[in-house]
């Protein structure tokens, strides 16, 4: 086989990182790649089609299209980004997906330089796996995936070793050829060739064989540890149809689709570091241009999961409506919740991209979305919880009213009057939010009591509350007068309302998905109960009728966004099925962020205050359980600590479970997560007792 270089570290320019010998061209490579692209200079952007785009990716779509470009000080005629599928795996990829990728894309507003899809190089990669195996650097094997396994951890332990200046074959002899190097890697090229064949032609069952890569064993990187490069597969492409049965894995896909391509910048995310020594041996033993790779930090946002399994189990499990619930922080659910493209571009300009790992925090976002709207939004007053009013002396205050009435000009903007403006309607019975009304006085507590009267928005007047009607402990109704003497003391604050021809509508109120910002692995025990709150019977302003049509609803882009006048921002949801004709249909709005709370006037009530004594209660709950947590012997801790009391019923001679309370064996990989848990424990314990 072809001697192979060593890792070396070189640097280039604003997107450097680590590079090694194999990732050098040759004089002739470069002189032709240079010829090909013309001073172009190429990036691309290639998600997986096994689930649908969320803000992670939108990121990656605003470095691979703008910001790489410009840390690169490429003139704007020279940039190019190519949009690819990189769909090398039938079972978890789908039409649904692949359609909604694209739509996504575009709407963010971005235009490749044309659309690829790794499966339509299926036939050269397999062209380029027989070349690997014929230069005797590639061959097939039949171990099962526990012998990989143990191949694999065999390969690191020994490695480890050499790294502290042990001898490996003391530290972890091997124990049989047919394990380390494997049974399969020193057969012929016409064996490997045959065997391939006959895998491309459906001959072997799925799991039976692979085609591995003749990598390094004694590399400190387990992804040398001989790839796996094709697995058999009986599931037709969603894309490439049924012709193949045997499908490519990332790391042997990608690399050679960015040299085909002609990228320049191969840029991912810091979890793939350690896969350019693979991605480079590949192209070094094709003898294919090897592009440049840079890693940067992937988004890691507050209060939400970005891991494309999470959120398929969030769906799966029916913890949100789909893909697009607005609570999601896919670009569908962004968008139905009402970010714009602006909004999210800004945003992901404003994090940028290095190589600096953090966690944004969700104010952020909430912040450009509030600067963004605040200039374009259309504002109207909506009421969540309505209480009816009825204004007893309705007929003097229509008097006194004179040659205007009682309809009021607004401006849908209150900082832009060309903007245009709308009107509202004082009615003799009107609608205020219950949150705007309290039986009880409250120094604090700036709007209706019955013994404090408080403004009327638009009109003025001083609304008295007279008499209070409920239904049991609700307040259904106020018996109110406005006041609208002269010499009336002006209010401290001024409610809005709805005229007695407002529209009914529901209003999803959407907080935070999970209850902690950064949710650990048991992030399904963390989701917040309260991440939707759904207002029934809402009201809003009639006004607006004209632009809530459901003939102008999209799920791919951006509906009607409106200013709840001091609630926030809400945009009109895709299950609306309100006619403005006809008036028929169900008005649904959701809110995309709330507006800045106005500490001067407004304090929590009482439910909040509730909330918050839950939340301390929870907290001493917590830190006492962490307490009785680090008195456990770490050799007990899967016996009696209370996480894990009746969970297992057989253990190792170190207290280490082996057996689940039904008797099942416990599986390796559950036994090495229970290890490093146990450990983080013995650490905690041995800290405790200092």
């Known amino acids: 086989t072809t001697e192979q270089p060593t890792a070396t570290i070189t640097t280039s320019n604003a997107l450097a990182a680590r590079e090694i010998e194999w990732a050098k061209n040759t004089p002739e490579l470069l002189s032709e790649h240079a010829t090909i692209n013309h001073g172009i200079i190429r990036t691309r952007f290639p998600p997986e089609p096994n689930g649908y785009l969320h803000v992670g990716h939108a990121k990656s779509m605003n470095m691979n299209f703008r910001l790489a470009f410009e840390k690169l000080g490429v003139p704007v005629e020279q940039r190019r980004t190519i949009f690819r599928y990189d ?38 990669l397999y062209e380029l796996a027989v070349k690997l195996i014929k230069k005797g650097m590639a061959y097939v094997c039949d171990m099962t995936k526990a012998e990989m396994e143990a191949q694999r951890d065999l390969a690191k332990r020994r490695s ?38 006959e895998m491309k032609l459906g001959l072997h069952d799925e799991g039976t064989m692979t085609l591995r890569l003749k990598m390094d064993f004694e590399s400190a990187n387990p992804n040398m540890y001989d790839l796996v490069a094709y697995r058999i597969r009986y599931t037709p492409h969603p894309h490439a149809g049924k012709g193949w049965c045997i499908y490519p894995n990332y790391d042997f896909t990608h690399g050679i689709c960015d040299s085909l391509e002609r990228i320049d910048y191969s840029i991912c995310t810091l979890e793939f570091e350690t896969r350019r020594e693979p991605y480079y041996w590949i192209l070094w033993a094709l003898d294919m241009y090897r592009p440049k790779v840079y890693e940067m930090s992937r988004l890691n946002l507050e209060y939400t999961v970005l891991s494309k399994r999470r959120l398929l189990k969030l769906v799966e499990a ?5 893909w697009d619930d607005p609570r999601m922080p896919t670009i569908s659910g962004l968008r139905r ?10 945003f992901c300009n404003d994090v940028g991209a290095t190589r600096a790992m953090n966690v944004v925090q969700m104010d952020k976002l909430s912040q450009v979305a509030r600067l963004t709207l605040a200039d374009t939004t259309r504002r109207a007053m909506t009421v969540l919880e309505p209480i009816k009013v009825v204004i007893g002396n309705f007929a003097e205050v229509t008097a006194a009213a004179g040659e205007g009435g009682l309809t009021f000009d607004v401006q849908n903007s209150p900082t832009d009057a060309s903007l245009g403006s709308h009107s509202v309607t004082l009615t003799e019975t009107i609608y205020m939010d219950s949150d705007d009304f309290r ?74 998905l999970f209850t902690e910002p950064e949710p650990s692995d048991r992030w399904e025990e963390e989701l917040n109960r309260e991440s939707e709150i759904v207002h029934p019977n809402a009201m809003i302003d009639p006004s607006v009728i004209s632009l809530v049509d459901k003939k102008d609803l999209d799920k791919w882009k951006s509906n009607q966004a409106l200013q709840f006048e001091r609630l926030g921002y809400f945009v009109l949801d895709i299950d609306t099925t309100f006619d403005s004709t006809t008036k028929e249909g169900k008005l649904v709005f959701n809110r995309t962020v709330s507006l800045k709370e106005d500490k001067a ?22 830190a006492a359980a962490r307490d009785k947590l680090l008195t456990i012997d770490p050799k007990d801790l899967f016996k009696v600590a209370p996480e894990f009391e009746g969970k297992y019923s057989k253990f190792d001679d170190t207290g280490l479970p082996t057996h689940l309370a039904d008797g099942t064996e416990v599986t390796k990989s559950a036994k090495k997560k229970l290890e490093k848990e146990r450990t983080k424990h013995a650490k905690k314990f041995a800290k405790s007792k200092k």
């Not at 694209?102 to 044309?114: F, S, V």
């Not at 006037?601 to 001493?620: G, N, P």
Request: aromatic share 8%; proline share 6%; glycine share 6%.
């Open 87 to 124: 769909d090398t795996n039938p079972d978890a990829e789908s039409p649904e997906y692949i359609d909604s990728l694209r739509r996504d894309l575009e709407w963010l507003g971005w235009t490749p330089e044309r659309t690829t899809y790794s499966s339509d190089n299926f036939q050269t």
């Open 160 to 197: 480890a070793a050499v790294a502290v200046g042990k001898d490996p074959d003391a530290e972890a002899p091997i124990p049989s050829a047919d394990i380390l190097p494997g049974r399969n890697r020193d057969t012929t090229v016409e064996r490997n060739l045959k065997m391939f064949k």
């Open 318 to 322: 029916y913890h949100v409506r789909g």
């Open 337 to 346: 919740r009402g970010y714009t493209k602006e909004i999210i571009n800004k």
């Open 439 to 512: 039986l009880d006085e409250d120094p604090n507590f700036y709007r209706l009591t019955p013994g404090k009267p408080v403004g009327i928005k638009y009109h003025g007047g001083n609304l008295v509350c007279d008499k209070v009607i409920k239904n049991g402990k609700k307040v259904t109704e106020l018996k109110c007068h406005l006041d609208i003497s002269e010499g009336r003391k002006k209010p401290k604050s001024y409610i809005t309302w709805v005229p007695s021809d407002g529209l009914t509508c529901e209003v999803r109120v959407y907080n935070h």
């Open 601 to 622: 006037v407004v304090k929590k009530d009482d439910a909040e205050s509730e909330q918050k004594r839950k939340r301390a209660e929870q907290q001493r709950n917590a």
